[in-house]
Nanobody
Framework: QVQLVESGGGLVQPGGSLRLSCAAS????????IGWFRQIPGKEREGVSC????????YYVDSVKGRFTISRDNRKNTVYLQMNSLKPEDTAVYYC??????????????WGQGTQVTVSS
């Protein structure tokens, strides 16, 4: 069955770094775009980044541009989100989701369970 499992979250000080991983199983990762989202309790889920199936297109929300980098390793069935220069406002639960069709404009169909990122001194 299709599964997405996030890992790599944790507690980090402001200015620190984390690398999130989204491990995919049950489908051929190379055919799909993958998006990263985040959610703070009481707020709507926000799209943070996305990478197309071909790696030719990446997307970042303005608030993370220049600090976050999305990448994928289809041989390892994993998509990564490298997060540098973290700020307290980056604190959230981070989710990855599958986008059929290979494009970041596609709707999502499967989601992971999320990983908590807390940026605090």
């Amino acid at each position: 069955q299709v599964q997405l499992v996030e890992s790599g979250g944790g507690l980090v000080q402001p200015g620190g770094s984390l690398r999130l991983s989204c491990a995919a199983s049950g489908f051929t990762l190379s055919y799909y775009a993958i998006g990263w989202f985040r959610q703070i309790p009481g707020k709507e889920r926000e799209g943070v980044s996305c990478i197309s199936s071909s790696d030719r297109s990446t997307y970042y929300v303005d608030s993370v541009k220049g600090r976050f980098t999305i990448s994928r390793d289809n041989r390892k069935n994993t998509v990564y989100l490298q997060m540098n220069s973290l700020k307290p406002e980056d604190t959230a639960v981070y989710y990855c989701a599958r986008r059929p069709g290979g494009y970041c404009s596609s709707s999502t169909d499967y989601w992971g369970q999320g990983t908590q990122v807390t940026v605090s001194s």
